[in-house]
Nanobody, 122 residues
Framework: QVQLVESGGGLVQAGGSLRLSCAASGRTFSSYYMGWFRQAPGKEREFVARISGSGGRTYYADSVKGRFTISRDNAKNTVYLQMNSLKPEDTAVYYC???????????????WGQGTQVTVSL
């Protein structure tokens, strides 16, 4: 069982930056792929980025590539999402998730956090 708690969301102007954190419980954190997803009002939850258990492999949605960076610190059981050059269309609730595979599909992840709101204003 893995429990996930996100933090770091907030209100930022377009062009600004935020860093999201996701703290995980459990002693098997490093065995999981970790993903970040987001859900805007009226839209389906969508994949943002994911990272392998060791941190050596990352993958990004085209919409965030070059602006967002996912990383993890297995000693701290934490995964991060550094978001730069934010745009209004990045506004959403951001969720972290843990899963056994590196899939981009929501259904492939077994554990989810409660989400943190990111709002980007013009």
């Amino acid at each position: 069982q893995v429990q996930l708690v996100e933090s770091g969301g907030g209100l930022v102007q377009a062009g600004g930056s935020l860093r999201l954190s996701c703290a995980a419980s459990g002693r098997t954190f490093s065995s999981y792929y970790m993903g970040w997803f987001r859900q805007a009002p009226g839209k389906e939850r969508e994949f943002v980025a994911r990272i392998s258990g060791s941190g050596g492999r990352t993958y990004y949605a085209d919409s965030v590539k070059g602006r967002f960076t996912i990383s993890r610190d297995n000693a701290k059981n934490t995964v991060y999402l550094q978001m730069n050059s934010l745009k209004p269309e990045d506004t959403a609730v951001y969720y972290c998730a843990a899963g056994a595979s590196g899939s981009t599909y929501v259904m492939s992840y077994d554990y989810w956090g409660q989400g943190t709101q990111v709002t980007v204003s013009l």
